[in-house]
C-alpha cells in the first residue's frame, strides 16, 4: 500500500499546493493513511484536481481499504493525460542563498553512500508561489520514508514547506518530475551504483 500511495502523492507533484503536498507526504511515511484516507479526496474535489485513469486506481487502491470514500473517490474529475507541470526549472539558485547550501551540505552528509540510494538532485521551480528548491532522490526501497525523513531534514534547516521527490527505479516519470531533472545538478550519490536519474 505505501508503494502506491508513494506513487499517487508523487504523481500529483506540482499539482497539489506545497503545503498540503508535504503534509500528506509526512502522514504516508508514518503510517497515518486512514487520516490521508479522509483527506486526499476531500482535497482533489474542493481544489478541482483532476486525475488520469491510471491515477484513480492508485486513488482507490491505496485508500479505500483505510476508509476513503468511494463515492468521494469516483467523483474526482477525470482527466484524459497528465497536465502540463506550469513550472519552469533551473539548476541554479536564483538567489544564493545560505539555506540552500546547507540543504546541500547537509543532504550530501545524509545520503552519501547510503544504501538504497541512487543519486540525489537538486533543481529550483519557478512559477506560482515563486521559486522553490526541489529535491530529487533515486531509491529502490523504502521510498515514503525517506520522503518523510528529508521533509524533517529540510525543515529543520528552515524549509517551511519542502520539495521531496524520492522516485523510485524504473517509474515512468510525470512532466513535471521529467522537466525537473532537465535542470537538475547532482547533490551526491548513495550506494546504488545503477540508480542514476539522469542517463550517464
Sequence with gaps: MSDTCHELLLRLAGRLPDDVLWRFRDWA????????????PRTLLH???GLTDHEQRLLAEAL?????????????????????????????SPERVLMGDSATVVLGATLRGRPGVGEVRSTW????????????VAATSGHARLAGELQRVLRALGE????????????????????ALAASELVCT???????LVPV
Design 160 to 179: 517551511h514547506d519542502p520539495c521531496v521527490e524520492v522516485l523510485p527505479a524504473g517509474t515512468d516519470l510525470p512532466p513535471y518530475h521529467r522537466a
Design 64 to 92: 479505500v481499504p483505510h476508509g476513503a470514500d468511494l463515492s468521494s473517490i469516483s467523483s474526482v474529475k477525470g482527466l484524459d493525460e497528465e497536465p502540463d507541470p506550469g513550472y519552469t526549472f533551473t539548476p541554479e
Design 190 to 196: 548513495g550506494a546504488e551504483a545503477d540508480g542514476h
Design 125 to 136: 521551480r519557478r512559477g506560482p508561489g515563486g521559486t522553490r528548491r526541489v529535491i530529487l
Design 47 to 49: 481544489d478541482r484536481i
Design 29 to 40: 511515511a508514518s503510517d497515518a493513511v486512514v487520516v490521508l484516507a479522509r483527506a486526499l
